[in-house]
């Protein structure tokens, strides 16, 4: 009989981390849930620990809940000894220390939390080779690319990322600027969390997994392709030396490549799968980014090949923006503008430390929210990154939270000012 694999997943609470549940309760006979963490949905978390009695679990606020198994840190759970795989399905930086610690200890790492590549690809890149341990891709791109290098032994020439384009790929400019936060969070092929939805809807989203795609399967930014595919029923493409390509096809479902993940190198049936019906498949599309409409594609894109601190500012810069988008206080096609203005006000670092990745995050998220505070006149200098790295790694005061007025929070000459 196959050894039952013990799973700790980081960010249970979450879109990932729910259907990550789905498929361990799918697949029981195969998997054990030994550890869940999650951040402040408490009455989610603890549903999910009656349900699967893990040994140990964390939660970012206080449990209002008494568990007999251990309260331990997301660091802790990830390297703990009963742990066979980890997933990493928290957001933002809330993965970073948790990957580093699973690696650290030699565990496959199911990666999900895209930031952790994009802040720190370099780090988790060595540190996976060094402790011997293997981080599995959970995107869909991701795991598409990497489903068709198996049993290559020669690296690909161009790997292909597809993209479903959100649902404003054929917005006008004006059309964009009015585009509503119930609008965005309406994908047309994927059910995923608020964060990657509006990201997906910019295109940032596309340039992040180009970041990750480099790092983890240590290809060139220049033999990356984008192209838009609406039906997103090929996940992405990777050709060959000889011209030949391959591709991953499959129903739009985010359990298929966690599946894929957990049961690696096997494949095993899970009935509550969507197949893909091919009668009702009429055509297969694509066409080219159009780079200029998305400008937030070709930000992430350009901070990506930059590299050192420039992904981990524009993870955060994103962040900040989308979440003011979301709250309603600016507008759709000001997130690329915040996102743009505050890289072009940064003054990256090669080759950085964590320490620096995170001293520019904090650095960002300041800069960014003391944008909004600007309402089109001056507003106090954010200090430049030189001065924040020289204090050491300072939180970012916290800011009241002001207004922007559409279109207006990252106007040069306000930038101008702020300076
Ligand atoms: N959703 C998708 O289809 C998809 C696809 C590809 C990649 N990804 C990536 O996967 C990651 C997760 O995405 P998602 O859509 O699942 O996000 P989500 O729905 O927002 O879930 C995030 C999870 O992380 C937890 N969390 C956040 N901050 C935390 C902290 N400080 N400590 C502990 N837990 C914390 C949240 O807990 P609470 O909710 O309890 O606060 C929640 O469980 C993101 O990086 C995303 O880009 C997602």
């Not at 009963?82 to 496959?108: C, E, F, N, Q, R």
């Not at 029923?233 to 591709?247: L, P, R, T």
């Not at 901070?303 to 989308?322: I, M, W």
């Not at 995050?361 to 001056?378: F, I, M, P």
Request: glycine share 6%; net charge neutral.
């Amino acid at each position: 009989m196959d050894r039952i694999k013990k799973i700790a997943i980081l960010g249970s609470t979450g879109s990932i981390g729910r259907q990550a549940l789905d498929v361990i309760r799918a697949l029981s006979a195969r998997f054990q849930v030994v550890g869940l963490a999650g951040g402040k949905n408490l009455k989610l978390l603890e549903k999910q620990i009656a349900k699967f009695q893990p040994e140990m679990f964390y939660s970012s606020v206080e449990p209002d809940f008494t568990y007999r198994g251990e309260f331990l840190s997301m660091e802790q759970i990830a390297s703990h000894p009963d742990v066979d795989l980890v997933i990493i399905a928290t957001s933002s930086k809330a993965g970073l220390y948790p990957t580093l610690a699973a690696l650290k200890a030699g565990k496959t790492v199911a990666l999900a939390n895209k930031e952790v590549l994009m802040m720190a690809g370099e780090i988790i890149v060595r540190e996976a080779k060094s402790y011997q341990a293997q981080i599995l891709p959970i995107d869909s791109e991701l795991s598409a690319i990497w489903q068709c290098l198996q049993g290559e032994e020669n690296k690909p020439q161009r790997i292909f990322l597809t993209a479903s384009g959100g649902p404003f790929y054929h917005y006008s400019q004006p059309e964009l600027r009015k585009v509503t936060v119930e609008q965005a969070l309406h994908h047309p092929t994927w059910k995923m969390g608020r964060k990657i939805t509006i990201d997906s809807a910019t295109l940032l989203n596309k340039g992040a997994e180009a970041i990750e795609a480099h790092w983890l399967f240590a290809i060139p930014f220049e033999s990356i392709e984008i192209l838009i595919h609406p039906q997103s029923i090929i996940h992405s493409m990777v050709e060959f030396m000889d011209g030949s390509i391959k591709a991953q096809l499959s129903f739009p479902d985010m359990r298929l490549p966690i599946q894929y993940a957990l049961c690696y190198p096997e494949r095993l049936p899970n009935s509550e799968l969507p197949r893909l019906n091919w009668n009702k498949i009429q055509s297969l599309n694509f066409e080219p980014v159009e780079q200029n409409r998305f400008p937030c594609l070709k930000l992430a894109l350009d901070a990506g090949k930059q590299g050192g601190t420039y992904p981990a500012v524009l993870c955060a810069a994103d962040e900040v923006a989308v979440g003011f988008f979301l709250n309603k206080r600016i507008s759709f096609t000001d997130i690329a503008r915040i996102v743009q203005e505050t890289l072009e006000q940064h003054r990256g670092i090669a080759q950085p430390s964590l320490e620096e990745i995170l001293i520019a995050d904090a650095w960002a998220r300041e800069y960014v929210e003391r944008l909004s505070l600007c309402h089109g006149k001056a507003c106090p200098a954010p200090e430049p990154f030189a001065s924040c790295h020289s204090e050491g790694a300072k939180r970012p005061k916290n800011l009241a939270q002001g207004k922007l007025r559409e279109g207006e929070g990252t106007r040069r000459s306000n930038l101008r000012s702020v300076r």
